[in-house]
C-alpha cells in the first residue's frame, strides 16, 4: 500500500476514535456536538454552546449512545465539569439505557441540584444515599465524580467524597427495585424541567477492569 494511502486511512481512524486524554480518561463529548449523543422526549432540551452541553427546557434525557465501549459501562470511573444556575434540578444517571420517554427506569440517579425545591443535593444518589448539605455554588464550574467498582458507587465533588454505598446483595428483589439496581448500562444527562438550566463540559470516562 502507498505510503500517502496508508496515512489518510491512519488519520481517517484518528478522526472517528474517541478522543483520549492522559491516564486512560476518555471523552465521551467532543465539546462542539452531541454526536454519540440520542436525545429522548424533547430533544431541544439540549444544545451544545462555548463548549459545554447546555440543558434547558422540557423534560427529557440525553444518553450516550457512542462508540466507547459500544455504550455498555459496568466499572468505571466518571467525571464531568457542571454549573448549575440557581433553582435547577439535573441528574447523572449511570447503568440505564435508552427509553422515549419519562424517567429513565433502569440504574441510579446521581443528583445535580444546589438550589432547587427538592431537598436531595447534589452528589445524592438519588433516594438511596442522600446529601442534604450544599457543597458547592451555582453560577460556579465544580467537577461530579462517581466511581463504580462491582457493587460500590463512590461520589466525589471537587474530589470530597459524599457519597460511599455499598450495594446490598438480593436488592433487585425489593419493591420498587426490578430496575434500580447495579448490571451496566450507559450514561444519561438530565433535563429535568423548563425553569431549570445546567452545563456540562468535560465529559469523561475510564473505563475499570
Known amino acids: 500500500m502507498k505510503p500517502i494511502v496508508c496515512l489518510l486511512m491512519a488519520a481517517l481512524f484518528l478522526a472517528c476514535s474517541p478522543s483520549r486524554t492522559s491516564k486512560g480518561w476518555i471523552n465521551l463529548f467532543d465539546g462542539k456536538t452531541l454526536n454519540g449523543w440520542r436525545a429522548s422526549e424533547n430533544p431541544s432540551t439540549f444544545r451544545v454552546e462555548d463548549g459545554a452541553i447546555v440543558v434547558h427546557g422540557p423534560r427529557a434525557h440525553l444518553f450516550y449512545d457512542g462508540a466507547v465501549q459500544q455504550a455498555n459501562f459496568k466499572n468505571f470511573e466518571f467525571r464531568t465539569r457542571v454549573m448549575t444556575t440557581p433553582g435547577s434540578n439535573s441528574g447523572i444517571f449511570i447503568h440505564t439505557g435508552y427509553q422515549e420517554t419519562g424517567w429513565p427506569e433502569k440504574g441510579y440517579e446521581v443528583q445535580v441540584n444546589n438550589s432547587q425545591s427538592d431537598w436531595r443535593r447534589t452528589g445524592s444518589l438519588y433516594a438511596v ?17 462517581i466511581r463504580v467498582e462491582g457493587n460500590r458507587i463512590t461520589i466525589k ?20 427495585r426490578a430496575l434500580k439496581h447495579l448490571s451496566s448500562g450507559t450514561i444519561a444527562l438530565q433535563g429535568h424541567d423548563p425553569n431549570s438550566k445546567v452545563y456540562f463540559k468535560e465529559v469523561q470516562i475510564r473505563p475499570l477492569p
Open 157 to 176: 465533588i471537587n474530589d470530597r467524597t459524599v457519597v460511599d454505598y455499598t450495594e446490598p446483595a438480593g436488592v433487585e428483589k425489593e419493591q420498587g
Open 129 to 145: 444515599d442522600d446529601v442534604k448539605e450544599v457543597y458547592v455554588k451555582d453560577n460556579e464550574w465544580y467537577t461530579e465524580y
